[in-house]
C-alpha cells in the first residue's frame, strides 16, 4: 500500500488474491499490485509492449468490502495501452496495468489465462490453477550502446541495465552465453530480452539464456517418472497454462519389470545402471519432441524443468547406481532437493535449462510421494490426510499442519497382479470390475476394452475381439472384496468349501478351494492363494498406516488420497471393505492419481512451493517399518477382512458387512513372519 | 583474541604477519591464529593427520615486542603430534599448531613452505611469497553412516559433516559428484576429504571434487595466454609452492602474426574463431600434460585455475568472436572478471575445476594489464608509478594509491621487429645489444646464443654456429639509441649523411643515409626508415603516457615498470634515451617481464587479489587515447629524441645526452599524422 496513502484515497481491491489497499490517484496499477505482493506478469517492464500485465475491471457495487468500482475508476486508454490494443488483440473489458492508473475505488481481477499466443490453447485436463512464481524470469531490457569513454563489456552494460529495470544484482552468466551476447545485442539493437533463472530470493540471479527483441514467451516441463508411465507437461511459465501433455512407457522395464528386479538388474550387469539411465533420457527426450510438436514449441524455449519419481527412478534418472537402495540401510545416494543443469542430465534443451528435483523423504519414499504431498497438501490442512501410492513399496503419508509422518512398507507387487494366478497388467481384455450375487454367488463384470456388463447386451460380440485374458489388479480387489461381502471367504480368508453345494463356481483345488470368475476359452479361478497372496499385501500396507497411526496418536484419519496409477483404478469402497486403508468417511476417500505430476507442475510454476516442499519433508518423520516392534501385531490383525481388531463403522454405513467371526491368527501370523522377511531382503 | 583474556594472560605474536593477541594459557595454537585471522592452513580440521598446520616457535628475548619465547612455553607433545611425528616427517623445531597450547608467552613463525609430499620442490624462479587465501579449501570430515531412523541421503549428511565441522552451509553440489559420492564414501570408510569452492565469501560454497580419505594436497594453474607465448604455473594449493611450469608458442601464430592480422582472419574465415579457440585450448592441455608429467601430478587434482590474457587472447580463450574488437568502439563481449567451468573451456583437468578470468581494463587493455597491476600494485603505493606494457598496442597504467588512469596506444609492430628492414624476432643470431663508439663510430654488439661480445676473443667461432642474421627489438632500440648518442642521428631523428666523410659505416641510401651496423655474410643496415619507423611508435607510446600524465596533473613519475616480453629484455637506460618513457630515476626503472604470470598466481593462490583487482579496475579511470584532442600534439613533440618538450634531468644524470637543436617539427606531424590514422583503421 502506498505509504503515503491516507483514508480519502480510492481503494482497490485485487481478485482472486483478495489483498487490497488504499492509493493516490494516479498511481500505476501494475504498480498498486507489487506493492501489495500481487504477482501479475510483465515482460516487458511497463513498455507496453508485451501485454502480460492484463486486468480485467469488476463493475458494480461490492458491498461486503464497500467498493463501488466501475471503468470509469480507471484512466483513459494511454498513448502505450493504444498502440498496443491496435498492434494486438486486447480483449474488451481487458486494460494493462502497465498503463492504465487508478482513478476511483477498483475490484480488479487479475485473470490466470493471459495468453498472448493465439496458436496455445489450453488443455482440457488442465483445470487446478496455480498460483505463479515461477524461478524463471523473462525481463526484457535496453542497453547502453557500447562507448569509448567507459570501455564496460556489452555483458557488463546487460547486467546494469538488468539491475537498472529489474534490480537483479551480482547476476551469474552461464558460459555458453559468453560467445553469443554481441551478436544478440547487435540482433536485437541493444533491446534484448534476458531469462533469468532465481530459485531463491537470497541466492545470485543467473542469466541462462538471451534473445534479441522481446521475447514474450517461456515455457517449463514437469515430469513424473514412474516406473511403469513416464508423464510429462510442458507449461508456459508466462501464462501457467499446460499446453501439452505426453506419457510413455518407462522403456526400462526390458531391464526388469518391478523396480527391485531393476536393481537387481544393475547389480548383475556393470553397464547396467548407465544403460537405463540412457534409457530414461532417451525417453524423455522423445516425450520432449512430443509435446514440443504437439504445440508448436521450440525446446529450446524450454528454460526450466522439474522431475519427480520414486527413489529408484530419482537416482537412475540422475546418473547414480541404485544399488544401495536395494538393501538395508537403503541409503539415499541424495535425498535433499537437487538442482542441476538439462545438458549434464542429456536433455535436449536449451543449454541453459536449469532442472529441479524435488526432495526424496526416505529410502523408499520418493521425490513422487513428495510431489503428492506437495499437491494434496495434509500438511496445509487441519484435516488429518492419508496419502497412499500403493505399488511394490506402498509410499505411505499422515498428517496434517501440526504433524506428517511417513513410511513406506512392503507391500509386494500381488497388487500389481503379479502374485495373482490370474492375474495381469491393465490392459485390453482384462477384467477391471466385479460383482457376486450374494444369493446365486453369480459373478458380472466388466472388462477392459468392452462398453458393456458381461449381463449386459452386447457383451459377448465386444468380448469377443478382446478375450477375456486375466484379471486386473482393481479388478482382484473388487473380486475379493465381493468374495468376501458374498459370504464366500471368511473374515479369515478362507474360501469356504462347503459352498460347493450351493454353486459349481466354488469347485476343490487340492486341499483348498477355488472360486471359478470366468469360465469362456480361458477359465479364471480365483484360489485360495491369490487370496493369501492379497491378505498379505495388503496386511503389510495396513500395518504400515497402522505404524504412523500409531505416531500420531490417532484412531481414526478424516481423509483419504489414493495415489499412483493403481489408486486411480481402485474403487475407495473395495479397498475398504478388503481393509487396505482404515476406516473413513467414504466421501472423503479419494484417487488422487496424477497427484505427484500436478506436485510438479505445481513446484515449476511456483518456486515457493519449492521451499514449502523442502521444509515440510525436513519436517516429516520418518517410520522405517521394519524397526517398528508393533509392525508385525498390526500385520497379524489386518490379515482379516477388514481387520481382527479395528472396526469399519464409517464403512458399515455403506456396505453390509458380514458377522464377525473368529479368525484364523497363528497362521496368519506365521505366514506374515515369512513374507515379510523374504520381502525385505529382495527390497 | 580471546575475548576472556586478560593482561595476566600470554601474549602471541604471529609472524610474519605480525598480529598479535593475548590468550588463556591451554588455547590451541591453531585456534589463536584463527581469531587473529592469520591464515594456517589444515585439512584434517585438527586431528593431527594433515600436518599441514606447522609453525615454529622463536626462542629469544624480542624486546620490541615485550616478548620472552622459549619452546617451553607451548604444551609437550600430545598423542596426536607424537604419531604425527612418528608416521611423518616433522622438521626439528616444527610443531602441530592444532595440538599444541599456548603456555607462556610466545613468537610464532608460520612457515610459508609447509610441504608434506617429498617429491615436491620449490621452483628456483618462485621467489615470490604470495599470502594464501585460496578459492579451494580442503575439508576432511568424518561422515556419519547411514540410519534408518533418519534417513537423510549420503550427500546430505556429508553436507551436516561440513557445516559441523567446517561451518559450511548451503553447500551447492556439481551434477558430476551425485553419481560417485557413494562409492567415495564407502571406500573411505565413512571419511573423506572435500574439495570446497568459494570464490566469495558471500557466495554458496560449492563441493567441487570429492576423495576417500584424506586428500592432503591440491593444485592449481595460473597462465598467462600471449599472443606470442603462453606460459602455465602449477602451484600447491595447500603450500603456495610453485612446482612446475611451462610455456609453449602461441599456436595461434599460424592464422596471424600479430592480433590485428588474427582478428581479419576471423572476419574472413567462417570457422576461425572456432579454429583458434580450439587452438589456444589445446596448446593449454598440451601445457596440463607438461606440468603435470614433471611433477606427477595427476591433472584430475587441479582444482583451480586463472587466466589472463590481452584483450583478444581473452575473448578466443572463452570461444568469443572478437571482431568487435578490431574497430571502434572497440566493444568487450565482456569487461569484467569471468567465472566458468574448466570442462565448458575444453581444459583436461577435474569435472569440477573452477576457473577464474582476471577482468579487463579496456577494449585494448586487457586481464593480463589488470594482473600486472595487482602485481605491482600502484594502487597500493603512494609513489606514482607507470607499468607499460608494449606491444602492437601498448597498454598503459599508471597513477597510485589515490587514483589510477589507464589507455592504450596504438603502437604497432616496430618495436617487435616487423617493420624494421633488419629486424626479426628474438631468436638465436639476432642482435640484441649495441655499443657505438662516439669517436670512431664502431659498433660493437652482442647476439642472441653468442656469449662474448663481438669485440671479445671467441666471438666469430661461436658467432659461426648462430650466424647474424637480423636485429631483434631489445637492438633495435640500443643500436638507434646509440646512434643518438654518438651524434650520428639528431635530435629530430635525420642520420647525418655529412659523417660518411669520417666514417665508412655512414652510406647514402636514395636521398637518406644508413648505418652499416653488421657487414658479414650478411649486411644489416639501419635505415632512415628504420629509425622514423621506431620514432612513430615510440611517440605513439610516449604520448598515451603523457595523456594519462595530464589525467593525473602530474610532470614526473616516481617509478616505471616494462612489462611483458618487451619489457623483459630492453635496458630501461635505452629505452629512456628513445624517449619510450619519461624521465625517472633509473635506479626505479624495471623490467616486470612476468608481472602478468605473477598477477595470476596471485589471484590464483589469494581469493582476497580477486576483489582488489576487481575492484581497482572498476575504479580505474579509462582514457581512449584516440579521442583525446592533445593526443595529436604530444605526439608531435614525442618524435623528438628524446622530446622535443619534456627535459630528462634524471636521465642526463646517468646518460651525457646530446646537445638540444631545433626538431624538424612539420616532418614529424605530419608522418605521424598518417601514422595514427593508418594504426587506427588496422586495430
Chains 1, 2 share one sequence.
Not at 527391485?260 to 553397464?271: E, F, G, I, Q
Amino acid at each position: 500500500m502506498d505509504q503515503k496513502a491516507s483514508e480519502k484515497d480510492p481503494l482497490v481491491l485485487f481478485m482472486p488474491s483478495g489483498r487490497r489497499g488504499r492509493f493516490e490517484k494516479g498511481t500505476n496499477i501494475l504498480e498498486a499490485a507489487r506493492q501489495l505482493g500481487v504477482y501479475v506478469e510483465s515482460v516487458c517492464g511497463g513498455r507496453g509492449i508485451c501485454g502480460r500485465c492484463q486486468i480485467e475491471i469488476q463493475e458494480g457495487s461490492f458491498a461486503k468490502h464497500g467498493i463501488t468500482s466501475a471503468n470509469e475508476h480507471v484512466s483513459a486508454f494511454g498513448a502505450k495501452e493504444k498502440r498496443y490494443a491496435e498492434k494486438r488483440e486486447l480483449k474488451d473489458g481487458r486494460r494493462l496495468s502497465c498503463s492504465a492508473t487508478i482513478e476511483g475505488d477498483l475490484v480488479v481481477d487479475v485473470p490466470q489465462d493471459v495468453q498472448v499466443n493465439a496458436q496455445i490453447v489450453r488443455k482440457a485436463a488442465d483445470t487446478r490453477l496455480i498460483e505463479r512464481n515461477p524461478a524463471i524470469q523473462m525481463c526484457y531490457v535496453e542497453v547502453d550502446e557500447p562507448d569509448m569513454h567507459k570501455p564496460l563489456g556489452d555483458l557488463d552494460r546487460l547486467k546494469l541495465a538488468l539491475e537498472r529495470d529489474w534490480g537483479f544484482s551480482d547476476i551469474i552468466v552461464d558460459q555458453h552465453l559468453l560467445p553469443r551476447v554481441q551478436k544478440i545485442l547487435r540482433e536485437g539493437e541493444w533491446a534484448v530480452t534476458a531469462a533469468i533463472h532465481q530459485d531463491m530470493e537470497t541466492a545470485r540471479p543467473a542469466l541462462i539464456a538471451l534473445y534479441p527483441g522481446l521475447k514474450n514467451e517461456a515455457y517449463g516441463i514437469a515430469c513424473d517418472i514412474g516406473s511403469t508411465t513416464i508423464a510429462m507437461h510442458l507449461s508456459s511459465l508466462l501464462s501457467g497454462l499446460t499446453i501439452a501433455s505426453a506419457g510413455v512407457s518407462n522403456p526400462q522395464i526390458r531391464f526388469g519389470e518391478d523396480l527391485m528386479s531393476r536393481v537387481s538388474y544393475v547389480m548383475m550387469h556393470p553397464d547396467g545402471q548407465e544403460a537405463m539411465t540412457n534409457a530414461v533420457h532417451n525417453a524423455l527426450n522423445g516425450l520432449i519432441e512430443e509435446v514440443c510438436a504437439e504445440s508448436g514449441v521450440d525446446p529450446t524455449d524450454i528454460l526450466d524443468a522439474v522431475f519427480v519419481g520414486n527413489p529408484i527412478m530419482h537416482h537412475l534418472f540422475l546418473g547414480i547406481d541404485p544399488t544401495e537402495l536395494g538393501g538395508a540401510p537403503f541409503a539415499l545416494a541424495v535425498s535433499g532437493a537437487v538442482h542441476s543443469w538439462a545438458s549434464d542430465l542429456n536433455l535436449a534443451l536449451n543449454h541453459g535449462t536449469r532442472v529441479y528435483m524435488l526432495p526424496c523423504i526416505a529410502g523408499h519414499v520418493g521425490a513422487d510421494a513428495a510431489a503428492a504431498t506437495l499437491c494434496e497438501g495434509p500438511h496445509r490442512q487441519d484435516e488429518i490426510m492419508l496419502l497412499v501410492d500403493v505399488g511394490t513399496n506402498a509410499e505411505i503419508v499422515l498428517g496434517n499442519r501440526e504433524r506428517v509422518v511417513a513410511a513406506s512398507s512392503p507391500t509386494g507387487p500381488a497388487f500389481e497382479g503379479a502374485e495373482i494366478s490370474c492375474g495381469q497388467r491393465a490392459a485390453s481384455g482384462a477384467i477391471e470390475r466385479v460383482r457376486i450375487d450374494p444369493q446365486t454367488l453369480e459373478p458380472r463384470m466388466r472388462v477392459i476394452g468392452v462398453d458393456a456388463w458381461s449381463d449386459e447386451p452386447g457383451f459377448a460380440a465386444q468380448a469377443e475381439k478382446t478375450g477375456v485374458t486375466g484379471v486386473c489388479g482393481s479388478g482382484i480387489i473388487e473380486v475379493i472384496a465381493e468374495m468376501f461381502l458374498a459370504g464366500i471367504i471368511s473374515e479369515d480368508g478362507v474360501i469356504d468349501g462347503s459352498l460347493a453345494d450351493r454353486s459349481g463356481r466354488i469347485i476343490k483345488d487340492g486341499r483348498t478351494f477355488s472360486y471359478v470368475l470366468w469360465d469362456g476359452d480361458t477359465r479364471l479361478t480365483i484360489t485360495q492363494n491369490d487370496v493369501r497372496a492379497i491378505q498379505l499385501a495388503k496386511a503389510a500396507l495396513y500395518a504400515g498406516i497402522k505404524l504412523l497411526m500409531d505416531k500420531q496418536d490417532i484412531a481414526h484419519v478424516d481423509r483419504i488420497g489414493l495415489a499412483g496409477a493403481f489408486g486411480s483404478f481402485i474403487d475407495p469402497k473395495y479397498a475398504m471393505v478388503l481393509g487396505l486403508v482404515p476406516d473413513c468417511d467414504l466421501d472423503k476417500v479419494k484417487s488422487v492419481g496424477n497427484a505427484a505430476g500436478t506436485g510438479a507442475r505445481m513446484a515449476l510454476l511456483n518456486r515457493g512451493y519449492r521451499r514449502e516442499i523442502e521444509e515440510t519433508v525436513t519436517a516429516i518423520e520418518k517410520i522405517e517399518t521394519a524397526l517398528e516392534p508393533k509392525f508385525q501385531e498390526h500385520f497379524v490383525n489386518a490379515m482379516a477382512l477388514p481387520n481382527k481388531v479395528d472396526a469399519f463403522p464409517e464403512l458399515a454405513r455403506a456396505v453390509k458387512l458380514p458377522a464377525k467371526a473368529e479368525p484364523a491368527a497363528a497362521d496368519a501370523a506365521a505366514g506374515g513372519r515369512r513374507r515379510r522377511e523374504g520381502r525385505r531382503r529382495r527390497t
